[in-house]
């Protein structure tokens, strides 16, 4: 298997017509780092806008309050079951049926208004469809782990006088952090990449970008590898950062918390065996 | 202290409350003891209105649980003011509940900074105290996981009394110890009675009942079988189903 997989490599990275010089030209190339800021900064919002509505949703859904609870239902059914893809395309063209955005009292002319395209450029566009699509799943996500606390610390905390709002912000919710991190870790670092479809909406990230390149240049594969290499580097940093996260979360759960691999390595390193006394 | 009347209470068609009359006087400490089913948890959570009471009233210190009196129709409180009449009565459970989140000074400070908005440096004065009260001094930056059953019930009982209650609720406090650790905690609840604390036991231990109990309350499906003082009750039951009862656990 490992021969197998060595192979596959073996011929692609020395494949004939592979430029390599072009990868490493591009690779810190200007218009390829602006792209991978703004990947970031897409990420970045997008996560925002995802787990603050996500957990707000996720409240909504287990209140007792039916209509709370049904709208949210609503929103998880409906952003959940269309594809991102289209989401951003609507947000990038809802110009096309709402030309003006505004505030306004109705059935007089007071009021503002907005172009849309001035409201929304490309860049929102994308924040949007990724944003409220994200907000979807957080929302299953938090509500998996609210769950999943114990009912007797909602108990507990109620007996000592907290309102609904307390119970959920300080005994609850940072409780509930333990299941919900490594599944948002996942989702951000699979949303670090699905940023790649703001490319719809000509959005200059990180793969718009290569591909803009590659287009005046014919090099697409090296410039798929440029694209890939900084897509790696980046959700390698986000797996470290989760590591952190957890281990920050599981205080309290744990008598001892887990050692960092730089702890691990210390022990391995550096444990002696002490001689006893003869 | 307490004042229920004709209180009910059912889950689906299970009637667990059948009509539930009983007074606690301040400074008096009850102890209800019964069979397991018998409704005793059940009617100690309705009194901090953890369970709604379906028909009945139940006061404290004068005034309704959870409800408002208007007429002769009894009208839901809002979340806000059901919190704030909680926070007059604490609760100390089976299982303990502790914030497993949280050391156990920040489990006792949380409440009283979150809900009576006292500053950090009074909560931690007092929850100091406290800790120190129940014999815990040590254990102040201890998480609950680090503590044994019967330290993590004397947090407990610290993080209620934290709040300056009015009432003290016991639901089975010394149920899920070991039993050389039920005497510490057993221990603590002594020194709280004779400090003059208003309490409600339900509990299995008769001898902390007959010692610290001014009054006994045995209950069985969903009633209020036999009640009075405490050693009556214990060495001379007049009914048949608590002399069935105390033969199996005396």
């Known amino acids: 298997m490992l021969l197998l997989a060595f192979a596959g490599i073996y011929t692609v990275v020395t494949a004939p017509l592979l430029h390599w010089e072009t990868f490493w030209q591009f690779l810190f190339q200007r218009l390829i780092l602006d792209g991978v800021r703004l990947t970031l900064v897409l990420t970045v919002a997008a996560m925002v806008i995802g787990i603050t509505l996500g957990v707000v949703l996720a409240v909504m859904r287990l209140s007792p309050n039916p209509v709370m609870s049904a709208v949210s239902w609503f929103y ?34 007071f009021g503002i208004s907005v172009s849309t395209n001035v409201l929304i450029p490309a860049v929102v566009a994308a924040i949007f469809g990724l944003g409220f699509n994200e907000a979807a799943y957080m929302a299953e996500i938090v509500r998996a782990g609210i769950i999943s606390v114990e009912h007797g610390q909602t108990e507990a905390a109620q007996a000592l006088g907290m309102t609904r709002l307390q119970v959920m912000r300080r005994i609850v919710l940072p409780q509930a952090m333990r299941v919900i991190i490594p599944p948002t870790g996942n989702e951000t670092i699979s949303m670090l990449k699905t940023t790649s479809l703001a490319f719809v909406a000509s959005v200059p990230e990180l793969f ?71 | 202290m307490v004042k229920a009347e004709a209180v009910h209470k059912s889950f689906g068609r299970l009637e667990v409350l059948r009509g539930i009359d009983l007074e606690v006087n301040p400074k008096e400490v009850m102890c209800i003891i019964g069979p397991s089913g018998s409704g005793k948890s059940t009617f100690l959570r309705c009194i901090n209105h953890l369970e709604k009471i379906d028909a009945g009233r139940l006061s404290v210190d004068g005034e309704l649980v959870g409800y408002r009196d208007r007429g002769d129709k009894l009208y839901e409180l809002p979340d806000s003011e059901v919190c704030k009449k909680r926070s007059e009565i604490g609760m100390v459970f089976q299982s303990f509940n502790l914030f497993p989140h949280m050391t156990a000074l920040d489990n006792i400070i949380e409440a009283p900074m979150l809900v009576k908005k006292e500053s950090r440096a009074t909560a931690e004065a007092r929850a100091r105290r406290l800790l120190d009260r129940v014999g815990l001094a040590d254990k102040v930056d201890a998480y609950p996981k680090q503590l044994s059953g019967g330290q993590q019930q004397r947090v407990a009982i610290a993080r209620a009394l934290a709040m300056e209650p009015k009432l003290m609720l016991f639901d089975e406090p010394t149920s899920a110890l070991d039993p050389e650790l039920v005497g510490d905690v057993l221990d603590v609840m002594r020194g709280l009675a004779e400090d003059g604390m208003t309490m409600v036991v339900v509990t299995h231990e008769m001898g902390f009942a007959r010692e610290v109990g001014d009054s006994l309350v045995f209950m069985d499906a969903g009633i209020i079988v036999e009640a009075g003082n405490p050693r009556e009750v214990l060495s001379n039951p007049r009914h048949e189903r608590t002399k069935a009862f105390l033969s199996k656990v005396l």
């Open chain 1, 76 to 109: 998880i059914w409906f952003f959940r079951g269309t594809p991102v893809l289209v989401q951003i395309f609507f947000w990038f063209n809802v110009a096309i049926i709402l030309p003006y955005v505004g505030v306004g009292i109705p059935f007089t002319h």
């Open chain 1, 208 to 278: 718009t970008r290569a591909d803009q390149i590659a287009n005046s240049n014919f090099r697409y594969v090296e410039l798929l590898f440029v694209a890939s290499f900084w897509y790696l580097l980046m959700t390698s940093i986000l797996t470290v950062g989760q590591f952190y996260m957890e281990r920050y979360y599981a205080r309290g759960a744990q008598r001892e918390l887990t050692p960092t691999p730089f702890q691990r390595l210390r022990r391995l390193l550096f444990t002696f065996h002490v001689p006893g006394p003869t």
